[in-house]
């Protein structure tokens, strides 16, 4: 069956999309099943079939640790943390300033179940959109076409939260494919970038809910220039411009 799956290219395509959505809509099914859906008990369940689904993908495409940009590159290690540290940096410069993040909630069995389950979907959405779906798009295309279509799915994958939500989700997707692109590993975009990016508002008090209507927008723009300036301060562009010249 797994060979079979590899070699067919259409069986392919579907098998690296549609697992994790079944995973998902197990997860879902599971959680209304068990009475806790809405709860937080219900997202854990929810997301930790999603995780497996996503696991289950390793088995059948057989992904290396580099594959799904866990493999160490001690060369581009440097770029991984700069590039990671100025995008946790500006989303805290967000939190603080516009979102007005101020004291730290209560932290109780509910709060501590939403933050694992944050710790599983970081994990998952990481492993996949940046890693699996990445270097499966990059093998057979291109490492360009790797980042916009991993973008593109990972903000499709986000309809619930509406168009809006699709479009801020894709440029987010972007911005942290850059990462993946420049470095080849997502070590930092688990954590401290996609944790803190979804945790903030479930840890601090702030003005979640009464942003200004340009709030959203200014985050979207941030990221593209993040994504601009990732992608041109990438060292092999560098290295690639050099040698141009030599030449």
């Not at 369940?45 to 495409?61: D, G, R």
């Not at 770029?79 to 989303?91: A, K, R, V």
């Not at 940046?130 to 994958?157: D, H, N």
């Not at 801020?168 to 470095?183: D, E, F, P, Q």
């Amino acid at each position: 069956m797994l060979k079979n799956i590899k070699q067919k290219p259409t069986l392919s395509y579907i098998t690296i999309v549609f697992v994790p959505i079944i995973g998902l809509a197990v997860g879902v099914g599971l959680s209304f099943a068990s009475g806790l859906n809405g709860q937080p008990a219900g997202n854990l369940i929810t997301n930790a079939v999603f995780l497996m689904a996503v696991l289950a993908l390793i088995s059948i495409f057989n992904f290396s640790p580099q594959e799904m940009g866990l493999k160490l590159n001690s060369s581009k290690i440097g770029f991984h943390i700069i590039s990671t540290l100025g995008i946790f940096i500006s989303y805290m410069l967000f939190y603080i300033f516009v979102i007005r993040i101020s004291n730290l909630k209560p932290i109780d069995t509910p709060m501590i179940v939403s933050l694992l389950t944050y710790l599983i979907v970081v994990v998952a959405e990481e492993i996949y959109f940046r890693g699996q779906l990445y270097s499966f798009i990059e093998k057979r295309f291109s490492a360009t076409t790797a980042l916009v279509i991993s973008a593109l799915v990972f903000g499709i994958f986000h309809t619930r939260q509406g168009l809006s939500g699709v479009i801020t989700k894709t440029i987010t997707g972007g911005l942290w494919g850059s990462v993946r692109y420049t470095t080849g590993m997502v070590y930092l975009l688990i954590f401290p970038v996609h944790f803190a990016f979804n945790a903030a508002w479930l840890l601090f008090e702030g003005r979640w809910n009464i942003l200004p209507d340009w709030a959203m927008f200014a985050v979207s723009a941030g990221e593209l220039l993040l994504t601009v300036l990732i992608l041109l301060a990438n060292p092999d562009r560098k290295s690639s411009a050099k040698q141009m010249k030599l030449l």
